[in-house]
């Protein structure tokens, strides 16, 4: 049931968390990519980096996410997880998943199959799916990184709980390159 999407997918819910106002540290002023690029896509394991070079009043502006997309059989997407690394070693980000979903119930992450942290609330849907604003503090990030799989508990429009696994390989190694590229 995973895969990997690149481009336009990934693209749109970077968009839409940007949007959102969810990662202030995702833009960089001044800064241009490895080589003088102005895109960069990188495999980390389970996760993909991605960076933008933009020219904003005549300033280039850089950002960066670190994702993760699962589609269905039908090759529809289940569940997205787009991150950027925040200077204090926290993350924020949003969780995209499917319509069809009560989005008045929260929704709740587990770490290898332990709480983490307190069950969230949807902000919105947009035409990519319904938003959950993600916001991981340092020891948060550190024990995702030591973790084998996290997994996204909701309830769907009908009452039935729904669990959706997220793999974590790469983990660690996608946040560092987030944070290196947006220094």
Do not use: Y
């Given at each position: 049931?995973?895969?990997?999407?690149?481009?336009?997918?990934?693209?749109?819910?970077?968009?839409?968390?940007?949007?959102?106002?969810?990662?202030?540290?995702?833009?960089?002023?001044?800064?241009?990519?490895?080589?003088?690029?102005?895109?960069?896509?990188?495999?980390?394991?389970?996760?993909?980096v991605?960076?933008?070079?933009?020219?904003?009043?005549?300033k280039?502006?850089?950002?960066?996410?670190?994702?993760?997309?699962?589609?269905?059989?039908?090759?529809?997407?289940?569940?997205?997880?787009?991150?950027?690394?925040?200077?204090?070693?926290?993350?924020?980000?949003?969780?995209?998943?499917?319509?069809?979903?009560?989005?008045?119930?929260?929704?709740?992450?587990?770490?290898?199959?332990?709480?983490?942290?307190?069950?969230?609330?949807?902000?919105?849907?947009?035409?990519?799916?319904?938003?959950?604003?993600?916001?991981?503090?340092a020891?948060?990030?550190?024990?995702?990184?030591?973790?084998?799989?996290?997994?996204?508990?909701?309830?769907?429009?009908?009452?039935?709980?729904?669990?959706?696994?997220?793999?974590?390989?790469?983990?660690?190694?996608?946040?560092?390159?987030?944070a290196?590229?947006?220094?």
């Open positions: 049931m995973t895969a990997r999407i690149h481009g336009a997918a990934l693209a749109a819910a970077v968009a839409a968390t940007l949007a959102m106002g969810a990662m202030p540290a995702a833009a960089q002023q001044g800064n241009a990519l490895p080589g003088g690029a102005n895109a960069l896509n990188e495999t980390h394991g389970d996760w993909n991605a960076c933008r070079v933009t020219t904003k009043d005549d280039q502006v850089k950002s960066c996410a670190m994702s993760q997309q699962q589609v269905n059989k039908q090759k529809q997407r289940a569940l997205e997880i787009s991150l950027v690394a925040q200077q204090d070693g926290s993350a924020k980000g949003v969780i995209v998943l499917p319509f069809g979903l009560a989005v008045t119930k929260p929704v709740s992450l587990d770490l290898d199959d332990a709480a983490l942290g307190k069950p969230m609330a949807f902000s919105t849907c947009v035409p990519v799916g319904c938003l959950v604003p993600l916001d991981l503090d020891g948060m990030v550190k024990k995702i990184g030591k973790g084998k799989k996290l997994t996204i508990s909701a309830t769907s429009t009908s009452g039935q709980d729904i669990k959706l696994d997220m793999p974590l390989g790469g983990f660690t190694s996608a946040f560092d390159r987030v290196e590229l947006l220094k």
